[in-house]
């Protein structure tokens, strides 16, 4: 049993001073308000539940920074960044993987994620024919190195686009037919933990067949677990659907689809205000990633509109050009107001939109990863964050404002340390496999090329 003293501490109803939480067997057990520190306390001067990252492909830390040079054509876009993107994945071995994502993870909790969702499609090592599930082994051990609590996603993606059949040569890593793909789904949700937990996905409507995704939702439905899909990132996706199926992306699905409060649609950029709408009442999460969506020149969620009809929204970081929680959300606002020419624009039912947007991220973040409680409350998971009270981020700050500096303010973060399942990982902010992730991942991804290529 740990026991753990807050001077001020993030319950579900706000914020709570001198609270004590008691934690076992990886969970909350109980929490009393308005008590005294007592002699085995631990203490915490601000206690907030960790992150969950709703969406992540590991390998794809390798690539930040590679994809920045203008083409010689200057018509860089989403599509441009794929072929840099199938360069890496190339050369993507399961060691290297390992190394890779375990940097990723080590980075996620040091900055206050305490969950993720690994959406992971890359099923072979290059020159292998074999699904001897290498590929989930390196990401499954990635996550136990680092402590991470993961929600494995594997993800079916069995076509080039929606005329093209079969995939192209840069593509063929992620093949699976749907009978080894749900051999594979079945064979890693048999080795499920505590701390790692299975979901399901298709990578795209564009990359899978309808009947496919049927089986696949069949099979989520079945097994209570969240169903992920990437959905109208790209205006030309939404062309090409339209073209195919004579109806926009989000509409298609909603009109062929039993869509629920366990699937996770990733991006959904580029909806109409009928799509929004319709959307929203599914009570479905949608994993926003802004620093991804604004690097590739995606374009913004119409987030205002969803938020109005009570949509459900997660955070991910997905490319992983940032892992920094807080500024995910401080640039799903910003992006707003730059369209918006103005201020304040997610403050849908609370007036401060730093504490509307963490909570809204706690709560879909949950649900995106499976988990059946979120937040500080007893009988949820201890995933917990503490940070400095006394950080020149929050000082002076009170319960009204605490959350809204946390979010906007673009310094270091006052993290102290994060707690996964009642295990400290990272203390006085520093995780404690901090070093030796580094090192390999400095092995990993020294002999890649300047465009990510194989060295």
Known sequence: MTTIFAQKALLPEGWADDVRLSVADGCIRSIVRNVRRGDDDILAECLIPGLCNSHSHAFQRALAGRTEERSPAGQDNFWTWRERMYELAASMSAERLRAIARQAYVEMLSSGYTSVAEFHYLHREPGSDSDDDRMFAAIRDAAKDSGIRLTYVP????????????????????????????????????????????????????????????????????????????????????????????????????????????????????????????????????????????????????????????????????????????????????????????????????????????ERAVEGGAAACGLEKSGIREGAVADLVTLYGEDPMLVGHDDASRLDALVFSGYQLPIESVMVAGEWLVMTGEHRAREDSRKAFADAVRNLGSSGERG
């Open 155 to 358: 993800v079916l993606y069995e076509r080039g686009g929606f005329d093209q059949l079969e995939l192209s040569a840069s593509q063929k890593l992620f093949a699976l037919d749907l009978d080894c793909f749900l051999e594979h789904h079945a064979r890693v949700s048999a080795q499920s933990t505590d701390r790692m937990s299975v979901g399901i996905g298709a990578h795209s409507i564009r990359a899978v067949s309808s009947a496919s995704l049927a089986e696949i939702a069949a099979v989520a439905k079945s097994a209570d677990c969240p169903m992920h899909l990437h959905i109208a990132e790209q205006q030309r996706e939404v062309d090409q659907c339209l073209a195919h199926y004579e109806r926009r992306p989000v509409r298609w699905l909603l009109e062929n689809f039993d869509v629920d409060s366990n699937w996770c649609l990733v991006h959904a950029t580029h909806m109409d205000a009928e799509e929004i709408e319709q959307l929203a009442a599914t009570r479905a999460v949608v994993s926003l990633c802004p620093s991804t969506e604004a690097n590739l020149g995606d374009g913004l969620f119409p987030l205002s509109a969803y938020l109005q009809h009570n949509g459900r929204i997660a955070i991910g970081s997905d490319s992983h050009v940032t892992l920094n929680p807080f500024e995910e959300l401080r640039w799903l606002e910003y992006g707003q107001r730059l369209a918006a020419q103005s201020r304040n624009i997610a403050s849908h039912r609370d007036s401060h939109v730093g504490r509307e947007l963490f």
